[in-house]
């Protein structure tokens, strides 16, 4: 007799990480898997690596994980709540502390005291605490419904009930933030509860030429010799937070070639259990938009940078996000324009149907469900091509509300429209479980440089412009008769947006003050609303609602095709990755990692020239430093961007390096797990620490690490 296959338990049993087929590289012995950590399958890493992964060391794995809130991870590697990531996940809060006397983002910073440490203005630090499966609970208001109900109704039905958990579980408690996180597209809905941190100060960072040493250049490439690493501290009460039961020590011992590496951090996403139809999606329309997007970008404010000392220290930033995000992407679209790797995407998944088609213990409508669901969800990608670049522009990455100030106004004008309702009913990002991040946002003390940010707003008119067509009435109403450039001038001259009271006046007087306001930001917001909604709601009824619908039936396929549970897609939340250090070939043997020595050898082949500039530290300390110390190195772990700055720490969870980057194979990751030349990149915990005593003469930071 057949037996009909629990979704349940096929989500919620940990087996053996997924291999991918018909790729000689992936072998039982390939260490995919971004595993949440509720279920880590921990008997299977250790009769593969031969270690055990007891509960002790994972749940302290967990509490030392940080995530940041505007992207990447971190970890607590002191008893005094020092907090360990990289200078690019800082960036944003070094931007923001620099100014025309203390050049923090190119000249780097050491507090020699506590009291020296500076505070972040407006970052947020999140600690897993504990994750609950809600799944019942989503699904069961969906399917009260019944039968008859339409794929958004069910999907509303869901995000209220996500809405109405995590206004529950957060309750009044300031400190704690609880998000119900979709997983397997709508297989599956956990509730991740949090311990939020605000109170983040800055204690050591690099000059920006010893983190970006190598350039573009380097970039997603190996061999590598970055300082991509910062240093901050946590305080709770005005005190360091006490850390001293779950932070992660740095190891005495440096790794070696075939060690052992976890990693603990919070990959943004990936799509490695899609459609075929979803990948063609992202390879022939999202990706080609995104990619000239961020190569104009790119152009505009790295020629922003070249007006001036003080120009280059205020676009610095998002000119090298840019350009990372470039780069990235580039990454990306090579993956799914590679013939051998699509052609492999689509055996694993023909060989997956197959082995569902002849799995004698699933019931005939449950195969055909499960087999439809790819179909239906193709049909729903198909559909969006044509939309995508208006939502793009209006509301999605590309959109004026990239301009901080703007994203501000935005804000401002849909939060007296949503806070009415009841929380499960606004859009996400203001449900009640969010408010308080948000709003630490949007009163941020943090500088905002006009000049640049008009530059910023009248590309993304530009872009709009080019996408939306000079006759569409929203782009009309917004340019109000003038070129993007002058219609951006007149934005910024006339707002007062720029006083945060007045920020708050707007935020405490509702719709009235709103409706009320003549601010030519908020103006400006308001003319945009309406069709930015009109967008997100044709993606909401014809991709997140049928992905809900369908998507549950795509994961179980999966699952019983391959007869073991899979790991669910990144989510930015909270992954361990197991791997191990080592070499690999593409041309000729690349060494598995780079030395102290190689940083000097390189400057003096460039002649001290672009990209490879050491700053004057480097040059004043070549005397006292060890050439022989290892500097970067590389393992086979399962990382995407969000992993910026997860610890790598060994089987005893001591540090051994810090995750900054992967190779550009390993881009291709996103979509299929190889691992003949692929690899993620670390800086060496012992270099670190080498250069943090001899070059920058840090030893209280040196001592507070054990050294």
């Known amino acids: 007799m057949r037996r009909r296959i629990s979704r349940l338990r096929l989500f919620a049993n940990c087996a053996l990480a997924l291999t991918t087929l018909g790729l000689p590289a992936a072998s039982a012995s390939a260490d995919e898997g971004m595993w949440p950590y509720n279920m880590i399958p921990k008997d299977e890493i250790q009769a593969k690596h031969g270690v055990v992964l007891d509960d002790k060391l994972l749940q302290r794995a967990q509490l030392s994980s940080v995530r940041f809130n505007n992207g990447g991870s971190g970890s607590f590697v002191s008893k005094d709540a020092l907090v360990m990531t990289n200078q690019h996940v800082a960036r944003d809060c070094l931007q923001k502390l620099t100014t025309d006397k203390r050049n923090i983002i190119i000249d780097g910073f050491l507090a020699t005291s506590k009291d020296q440490e500076l505070k972040c203005p407006d970052l947020e630090l999140n600690q897993t605490r504990s994750i609950l499966d809600v799944t019942d609970k989503v699904q069961a208001a969906a399917a009260a419904l019944g039968k008859g109900a339409t794929a958004k109704a069910q999907n509303d039905a869901r995000k209220k009930a996500m809405g109405e958990l995590e206004k529950a579980c957060k309750g009044d408690d300031p400190d704690k933030r609880c998000d119900v996180v979709t997983l397997y597209s709508g297989g599956a809905y956990h509730l991740y509860t949090y311990r939020k941190f605000t109170d983040v100060r800055l204690v050591w960072a690099p000059e920006n030429d010893a983190k970006h040493f190598g350039g573009e250049k380097d970039n997603f490439n190996f061999p590598r010799m970055s300082l991509d690493a910062t240093f901050f501290r946590v305080y709770v009460g005005q005190k360091p937070l006490d850390t001293s039961y779950f932070h992660l020590p740095f190891a005495k011992t440096p790794v070696a070639e075939g060690d052992v590496v976890l990693v603990s951090g919070h990959p943004g996403s990936t799509g490695r259990f899609s459609t075929l139809g979803k990948l063609r999606f992202l390879r022939d329309t999202v990706y080609p938009l995104l990619k000239d997007a961020l190569a104009r970008q790119t152009d505009a404010y790295h020629a922003f940078t070249k007006r001036g000392p003080d120009q280059r220290r205020i676009a610095l930033a998002p000119w090298l ?67 995508y670049a208006a939502y793009a522009v209006t509301e999605g990455y590309l959109g004026p509300h990239r301009s901080p100030l703007v994203g501000i106004a935005r804000h401002l004008v849909r939060l007296a429209d949503e806070l009415p309702k009841d929380s499960g009913q606004r859009m996400r990002e203001y449900r009640d479980s969010n408010l308080q991040s948000l709003e630490m946002k949007l009163f941020s003390e943090a500088p905002v440089h006009v000049a640049f940010e008009k530059e910023r707003l009248a590309l993304a008119l530009t872009m709009m ?45 509702g719709k009235a003050a709103v409706d009320a306001s003549t601010d030519p930001l908020i103006v400006f917001a308001k003319a945009l609303d309406a069709r930015a909604r009109q967008e997100r709601t044709f993606f909401e009824e014809n991709l997140e609602a049928k992905e809900r619908q369908f998507a549950p039936d795509v994961a179980r396929a999966w699952a019983v095709g391959l007869g073991r549970s899979v790991y669910p897609d990144a989510t930015f939340t909270l992954r361990l990755s197991v791997g191990v250090a080592k070499s690999y070939v593409d041309g000729k043997k690349v060494h598995w990692h780079t030395s102290v020595g190689d940083v000097y050898r390189q400057n003096k082949r460039s002649r001290n020239a672009e990209p490879y500039v050491l700053p004057q530290s480097f040059h004043a300390a070549i005397g006292n430093v060890d050439f022989s110390v290892p500097y970067n190195f590389v393992s086979t772990n399962d990382i995407i961007g969000g992993n910026s700055g997860s610890p790598a720490f060994n089987t005893q969870g001591e540090v051994v390096g810090l995750i900054f980057d992967g190779n550009l194979p390993q881009l291709s990751n996103r979509f299929l797990y190889r691992d003949d030349k692929e690899r993620s990149v670390s800086v060496h915990a012992h270099g670190m620490v080498h250069v943090l005593k001899n070059v920058y003469g840090a030893h209280d930071l040196v001592r507070e690490l054990g050294f």
Do not use: C, W
Not at 478 to 504: C, H, I, Q, W, Y
């Open 321 to 387: 996000r840019a350009s990372n995000g470039k780069k990235a992407i580039t990454g990306y679209l090579n993956g799914l324009n590679d013939d051998a790797l699509m052609a492999a995407y689509e055996k694993r998944l023909t060989d997956m149907q197959a082995q569902l088609q002849g799995n004698a213990d699933v019931a005939a409508d449950d195969k055909k469900a499960m087999l439809n669901a790819f179909g239906a969800l193709d049909a729903a990608y198909d559909s969006l091509k044509t939309r």
């Open 465 to 509: 412009q080019e996408h939306l067509g000079q006759d569409d009435a929203t782009m009309k109403a917004l340019l109000d008769g003038k070129s993007p450039s002058a219609r951006a001038n007149e934005l910024f001259d006339g707002t007062k947006l720029l006083d945060v009271d007045v920020r708050k006046q707007l935020h405490k007087g």
